[in-house]
């Protein structure tokens, strides 16, 4: 690959994200390339429809049987969802008409799109799209003695209910997806084993059971706590909202999310957070910039090879010190105990940069990037 000019450089190049959403993970997997970043995919859960599950029958002919006073509709696809299960079962215009008698609330303007959609209006929506701004106003209005009907979407609403129940309300869960592991687990297992070998910068969560399965996942293969270090250290966690991070959160993981609980602003959040935390050296009369998967030489993109990345990394942690080439086999993937390796991928790395000058070789010692005499930010002590 050549390298690219400095002003063709856009936020996100030289890194590469993990994307785990199932739903719209083209949409995401698309904002994130436009940006420069190579993306790895792996769905690690997969939506299940519940048109011919019994609970959500069940639940729709209790609604219809015994009317509830409250409706809160959580998401549009679930909305939508249980709008056309009703239709399958031949229940839909009833439906449509109870909901028409009941206080209907929905939680953000993509939910309040699809209950008008379907020909019904709702009595409220707020403009945060906050589920606990849904909560706020029902205990204020009280619920002590009345019937709320919760439309899930595959996942619980941690607190929600049982903060309804203990103020005196009858809860009835809609189910209407359900999340099941995917049938192929070895992208899940790829993306794994990127995050704790630190080939990826980032990795994204559109939703709080996806966060679990992930989690879940590392801890079945046995790499729990490497998955997590690698999260608390150098693989950034960005999830679309506050109750998609509440697994990571559990586990001590800082997470990134946007103010705007949407894709659009996480993909900016990141193209923001990712280039601020690298930052720029001075070397040999070049500014150099180590990237996840790539270098920033003077503003142009020059793409390095795995093993140059690894090489260039050790070097980036203490610039102008130097580091033993047995200090660097270490790191050096598949490189095993031939010091011999280290100058062969010493040799392509300098090549990948395009200025040889900007790794110094140390005679006997190593080698060191040649950071500028006036640099004393970074130079080692005296």
């Keep these: 690959m050549e390298p690219t000019s400095p002003t063709a450089v856009p936020p996100l190049a030289g890194f ?3 994307v785990t959403a199932a739903r719209r993970a083209d949409e995401l997997a698309a904002l994130l390339e436009r940006r420069g970043a190579a993306v790895l995919r792996a769905p690690v859960l997969r939506i299940v429809p519940l048109s011919d599950d019994g609970e959500l029958l069940d639940t729709t002919r209790q609604l219809l049987d ?3 006073d409250i409706v809160v509709a959580t998401t549009a696809i679930g909305f939508r969802g249980w709008i056309e299960a009703a239709d399958g079962w031949g229940l839909g215009e009833a439906l449509l008409r109870r909901l028409g008698e009941v206080e209907l609330l929905a939680r953000g303007p993509k939910v309040r799109g699809a209950v008008r959609a379907a020909g019904l209006t709702e009595a409220w929506s707020p403009a945060s799209e906050s589920m606990a701004e849904v909560l706020e106003r029902l205990l204020d209005e009280g619920v002590d003695g009345r019937c709320v009907a919760v439309q899930l979407h595959g996942e619980p609403l941690p607190g929600f209910n049982e903060s309804l129940r203990a103020a005196g309300a009858r809860v009835v869960a809609v189910p209407v997806y359900r999340w099941m592991p995917p049938e192929d687990l070895a992208p899940v297992d790829r993306l794994l084993d990127a995050v704790t070998s630190r ?12 966060a679990a ?7 079945q293969r046995g790499r729990l706590d490497a998955f997590l270090d690698a999260l608390r ?3 950034l966690a960005g999830c679309v909202g ?7 959160q559990a586990h001590d993981v800082p997470t990134l999310q946007p103010e705007r609980f949407r894709l659009g ?3 900016q959040l990141l193209s923001r957070e990712l280039p601020g935390r690298v930052r720029p050296l ?11 998967q790539a270098a920033l030489v003077d503003g142009a993109l020059r793409p390095v090879p795995p093993a140059g990345m690894a090489l260039l990394r050790a070097l980036a942690r203490r610039p102008g010190w130097v580091v033993s080439r047995a200090d660097l086999l270490r790191v050096l993937p598949g490189a095993g105990r031939d010091e011999h390796a280290v100058e062969t991928a010493m040799a392509r790395l300098r090549a990948a940069l395009g200025a040889p000058r900007l790794i110094q070789t140390v005679v006997k010692r190593g080698y060191r990037l040649a950071l500028d005499p006036h640099a004393d930010k970074y130079a080692p002590p005296a």
């Design 16 to 18: 590469t994200v993990g």
């Design 66 to 68: 015994d009317a509830p």
């Design 199 to 210: 080939a990826l910068d980032a990795v994204t969560f559109t939703s709080a059971p996806a």
């Design 213 to 219: 399965s992930l989690l879940g996942r590392a801890t």
């Design 233 to 235: 250290t150098d693989v």
């Design 242 to 248: 506050p109750v998609t991070a509440l697994p990571l």
């Design 265 to 267: 602003p996480l993909v």
């Design 282 to 292: 001075p070397v040999a009369g070049h500014e150099v910039q180590v990237r996840g």
